[in-house]
């Protein structure tokens, strides 16, 4: 894809982190962007923003969750624009028994982390996806133009290991699912791409995730953390990721090049790069991971 001038690109996920660079780096190019996250103070911070530097944006409060809300997403994107050319899936969080591992806090085992933290990661990390695949890909397939689908993995649905099982699962199951699209989309004479984005540590708030799961998706043996717990953890994410972190800018411009280059797999941390090629390896020397 060559074309952005005008242009229309959906992104969940918006207004923070990857989400936020991804739509601001779209504008920039002269695209017109609608902006859907859960978070609605934090979506109409990132809308007023972005029109106080005249791009032309949407907001739109979306739960991807919830195929309706998806649905209705699309439904006012079409309003707006007409067409949708570019769709980055990338919505996603992270439970809490799972961010106290990113951490550096112990690892909760699997068989006890809480069935409501299974729900709530699945439903936004994995249905989030399936129900943008659902919803866009009629619309784009359609109009027969250029069009590209991001989907957000993670280096963790590439590799293995004992920490985040839940989240660990849901990107693997990203990465496989982006690579049937992409194949079956090779088989139509259709102009549209797919990629699948999987970053190491980014300088975003997926720590905090928790700050947006539904009152209905709290266990009960376990509290929602207050406000200063919040903020606290924020600090040590920061000071943990700060260093070593890309900027959300960095990997949007790495997204703004594999849409260019029709590119599948974006791993912007060549770091992990090993870690990949031993569980290759393992796994095609039937070797214990």
Wanted: charged residues 20%; hydrophobic residues 45%; aromatic residues 6%.
């Amino acid at each position: 894809m060559q074309q952005f001038e005008g242009r229309v690109a959906v992104v969940t996920g918006a207004a923070s982190g990857m989400g936020k660079a991804f739509a601001e780096r779209f504008a920039i190019a002269g695209m017109k962007v609608v902006l859907a996250d859960v978070e609605q103070e934090a979506l109409e911070t990132a809308v007023r923003e972005f029109t106080q530097r005249e791009f032309d944006v949407l907001g739109v409060r979306t739960d991807v969750a919830r195929p309706e809300a998806v649905e209705e997403l699309a439904r006012r994107a079409i309003d707006a624009y007409g067409k949708i050319h570019v769709v980055c899936n990338n919505a996603g969080v992270a439970a809490d028994s799972e961010a106290v591992s990113l951490l550096g806090g112990a690892v909760v085992p699997m068989w006890e982390q809480p069935l409501s933290d299974w729900e709530w990661t699945v439903a936004v990390n994995f249905w989030g996806v399936v129900h943008g695949i659902r919803t866009f890909l009629p619309l784009l397939l359609a109009h027969g133009e250029d069009g590209h689908v991001v989907n957000t993995a993670s280096i963790a649905g590439l590799t293995s290991g004992p920490r985040l099982p839940i989240y660990g699962a849901t990107k693997h199951a990203v990465v496989r699912l982006s690579e049937a699209l992409h194949l079956q989309l090779a088989g139509l004479p259709s102009k549209v791409k797919v990629s699948v984005l999987c970053p190491g540590g980014v300088n975003t708030r997926i720590a905090l995730s928790v700050r947006n799961r539904p009152a209905e998706l709290w266990d009960s043996a376990a509290g929602r953390p207050t406000a200063g717990e919040l903020a606290a953890r924020e600090q040590e994410w920061a000071a943990r990721t700060g260093p070593t972190g890309l900027a959300p800018e960095a990997v949007a411009e790495q997204v703004f090049q594999a849409i260019q280059n029709e590119q599948f797999y974006i791993l912007p941390h060549a770091e992990y790069d090993e870690a990949v090629r031993t569980r290759m390896e393992n796994i095609l020397a039937r070797r214990n991971p």
